[in-house]
Structure formats: C-alpha cells, structure tokens
C-alpha cells in the first residue's frame, strides 16, 4: 500500500539517506576513539585526541549522538591521554 501523505512519502525518501549517513559517522567516531587508545607516546595521543574532539563535537551538533554522550566519551578520552607519560 503506497503512503498517502506527502510528508510520509517524504520521510520514506529520507530515512535511509540518513540512516547511511549515521553508519558512515559512527564508524568515523569509533576510529577515532581507537587511535587515541592506540597511541603510544603522548605527544601523538593528544593529536589523536584532537582530532577525536572535532568528530564527537561534530556528530554532537549533527545530532548523531547526544551532547551528554560526546563529552563523557571527550572526559574519559582525557583522562586517558593524561596517564600517558
């Protein structure tokens, strides 16, 4: 049965399109997370981290993930790059 409403058929359009574009950004946040983890010296930890800020930041604004969510992720990042010595 095709969807009656305009804006049914319009968010039928768009959910996927979203939906990939989420995907693509959670995998940019979880590689990002994993190269702060994987840094061995510090110097090259806070880089990594840097970088890990800008893409939870982004995806916070996008509404990817929740604002709260971001910055426990940027808190534990943190303290993490911290121990480095």
């Known amino acids: 049965m095709p969807l ?3 804006s049914a058929q319009k968010r039928a ?3 996927p399109k979203r939906t ?12 990002a997370l994993k190269n702060v983890a994987s840094a061995k010296q510090k110097d090259e930890a806070e ?7 800008k893409v939870l930041d ?3 604004v996008k509404g990817i ?3 709260n969510n ?3 992720k940027k808190s534990k990042l943190t ?5 480095l010595k």
Do not use: D, M
């Not at 990939?20 to 590689?31: G, M, R, T, V």
């Not at 880089?47 to 890990?52: D, G, R, S």
């Not at 303290?79 to 121990?83: D, E, G, H, M, P």
């Open 13 to 15: 359009r768009q959910t």
């Open 20 to 31: 990939e574009y989420n995907k693509h950004f959670k995998a940019k946040i979880k590689s």
């Open 65 to 67: 993930i929740h604002k």
């Open 4 to 6: 009656r409403h305009k």
């Open 47 to 53: 880089k990594e981290l840097k970088k890990a800020v």
């Open 70 to 72: 971001a910055a426990n």
């Open 79 to 83: 303290k993490a790059v911290n121990k």
């Open 58 to 60: 982004r995806a916070a």
